[in-house]
């Protein structure tokens, strides 16, 4: 059983470029949530996807957008990256939207120069 | 704050010893669940403790639970060097879609 999936795993972009995440969850979830995490620090949530909908959404600026597709597999895309956008992504899935049990992907570390 | 805030921040002990962190929280709870984060990666859901327990088994994870103290901990016995990574014990806010809140964590370090 796959679990969690998230590619690429290391990325560097110049600031001001655009950048897309992927992620792939568990088998059998429905819902995927994403957080940043800065160095040394906690993850912070970003938004969660239920039904190919935003359903709840952290603050975060609206140059972090996402996607969730039919199959429940969802993207994260970040526009007019900043220095401080530089992080490890992560996402995690559950069933249903009440993250009863959240499964993590091993991150996409985000270097922005 | 609402997140779940893990105390100490840092621990460093010997393979072999137990190592002990504690969590606390302001909000009332379902259920409490605890993370561990190896260095730069992701998070491995641990063990999930409901409100109505007490305390909670899993192979050399033991974890408590008190409802009136709003705090739980979670001991490792025996430890080894592969234990060393952070953990966390996010809360969960129902008002949110069940989003996770997390703190700074407990980083441990097990030297061999």
């Known amino acids: 059983d796959a679990g969690v999936t998230q590619s690429p795993t290391h990325l560097i972009k110049t600031r001001g470029q655009q950048v897309t995440l992927r992620c792939s969850p568990k088998s059998g979830h429905d819902t995927v949530s994403w957080y940043q995490q800065a160095l040394g620090q906690g993850p912070q949530f970003i938004f969660q996807y239920y039904e190919e909908e935003e359903r709840q959404r952290g603050n975060f600026p609206d140059r972090f957008s996402g996607h969730q597709f039919p199959n429940y597999s969802s993207e994260l895309n970040v526009n007019a990256l900043l220095l401080g956008d530089s992080a490890l992504y992560l996402c995690?899935?559950?069933?249903?939207?009440?993250?009863?049990?959240?499964?993590f992907g091993q991150g996409t570390r985000l270097t922005v120069v | 704050s609402q997140q779940g805030e893990e105390d100490p921040q840092a621990l460093s002990i010997q393979e072999g010893e137990n190592a002990t962190m504690n969590c606390s929280y302001k909000?009332?709870?379902?259920?409490l669940q605890w993370y561990r984060q190896n260095s730069g990666r992701g998070l491995v859901h641990l063990i999930l403790i409901r409100s109505n327990e007490r305390e909670k088994h899993s192979g050399r994870l033991r974890v408590t639970l008190d409802t009136s103290k709003k705090s739980s901990s979670l001991l490792i016995t025996a430890s080894r060097a592969a234990d060393t990574a952070s953990y966390f014990c996010p809360t969960v806010d129902y008002n949110q879609g069940g989003k996770l809140i997390f703190g700074q964590g407990t980083e441990l370090s097990v030297k061999p």
């Open positions: 909000t009332s709870i379902n259920n």
């Open positions: 995690a899935s559950s069933l249903g939207t009440l993250n009863t049990e959240a499964f």
